[in-house]
């Protein structure tokens, strides 16, 4: 028993410190029917630039898309305040490859944002609990957070 749960924690501490990786799922179902369409914000976002890196890297490496009050986390660098009405267009679906210990797939829409007065030369992701509720699974249909955003 003893060496079962040695192996578990070490198992789990290796997970815990590698670099999360995902893949594109954009011709996956039932994330496939989301690519294409546009977004449009019904309240004000905050849009955070982040590293993956260390701590005291100052390099962005990516945006992503928050509710009010944002986050605080040691990777945010930057903070953007974007208005109500920011249309997003979804351009590609990705999902974390090595997220094992997550009960549910961890899945982010990278998008392109349409009306903002600043042009981003990296990467914009918007988090899929932000927009789905549930994703459809077989004949289930997708249900969607409405409160947020509205699809077109």
Same mark, same amino acid.
């Given at each position: 028993?003893?060496?079962?749960?040695? /192996?578990? !924690?070490?198992?789990?501490?290796?997970?815990?410190? @590698?670099?999360? $990786?995902? %893949?594109?799922? #954009?011709?996956?179902? &039932?994330?496939?029917?989301?690519?294409?369409?546009?977004?449009?914000?019904?309240?004000? /976002?905050? !849009?955070?630039?982040?590293?993956?890196?260390?701590? @005291?890297?100052? $390099?962005? %490496?990516?945006? #992503?898309?928050?509710? &009010?009050?944002?986050?605080?986390?040691?990777?945010?660098?930057?903070?953007?305040?974007?208005?109500?009405?920011?249309?997003?267009?979804?351009?590609?679906?990705?999902?974390?490859?090595?997220?094992?210990?997550?009960?549910?797939?961890?899945?982010?829409?990278?998008?392109?944002?349409?009306?903002?007065?600043?042009?981003?030369?990296?990467?914009?992701?918007?988090?899929?609990?932000?927009?789905?509720?549930?994703?459809?699974?077989?004949?289930?249909?997708?249900?969607?957070?409405?409160?947020?955003?509205?699809?077109?």
């Amino acid at each position: 028993m003893t060496k079962h749960f040695t /192996l578990f !924690l070490l198992v789990a501490l290796m997970a815990g410190c @590698s670099p999360v $990786e995902y %893949e594109d799922v #954009s011709n996956v179902e &039932p994330y496939a029917e989301f690519v294409g369409k546009t977004v449009v914000s019904k309240e004000r /976002l905050i !849009l955070h630039g982040l590293t993956s890196g260390e701590y @005291s890297a100052n $390099e962005l %490496e990516f945006y #992503s898309f928050a509710k &009010p009050p944002g986050s605080t986390h040691k990777y945010v660098k930057s903070r953007t305040y974007v208005p109500k009405g920011t249309r997003l267009e979804i351009i590609a679906v990705e999902q974390c490859t090595n997220c094992y210990f997550n009960l549910e797939a961890k899945v982010k829409f990278r998008v392109a944002p349409q009306n903002l007065t600043t042009s981003y030369q990296l990467p914009v992701y918007l988090r899929d609990d932000l927009l789905v509720k549930e994703w459809g699974i077989e004949d289930k249909d997708t249900n969607y957070h409405h409160n947020l955003f509205a699809m077109e």
